[in-house]
């Protein structure tokens, strides 16, 4: 079983900044990709960001410039630096992890609420 804990979410003005961090436990072989996912109400969930085991990354053409994603692999734990916030960046965001071996999941976290508000 994987346990997933996020931290960071809160409330800041548009243009702020705020940084998401997740911490993986549990019965961890290894991590392969790990990511943030968000979802506003009345919308569906949506990917935010993604890095590879290698430090590959992807993100939404919505965050692209203002969002950066990294790990710590020692610690499998993900960051996703997020700047110059946006209203509609306001949703509730998910830690999402795949591992290499078979349950690969995805695990999923709790949920952190980011609201950008003036």
């Known amino acids: 079983q994987v346990q997933l804990v996020e931290s960071g979410g809160g409330l800041v003005q548009p243009g702020g900044s705020l940084r998401l961090s997740c911490a993986a436990s549990?019965?961890?072989?290894?991590?392969?990709?790990m990511g943030w996912s968000r979802q506003a109400p009345g919308k569906q969930r949506e990917l935010v960001a993604g890095i590879s085991s290698g430090g590959r990354t992807n993100y939404a053409d919505s965050v692209k410039g203002r969002f950066t994603i990294s790990r710590d692999t020692a610690k499998n734990t993900v960051y996703l630096q997020m700047n110059s916030l946006k209203p509609e960046d306001t949703a509730v965001y998910y830690c999402?992890?795949?591992?290499?071996?078979?349950?690969?999941?995805?695990?999923w976290g709790q949920g952190t609420q980011v609201t950008v508000s003036s």
């Open positions: 549990g019965s961890i072989s290894s991590i392969s990709t």
């Open positions: 999402k992890v795949l591992l290499r071996s078979s349950p690969y999941g995805p695990y």
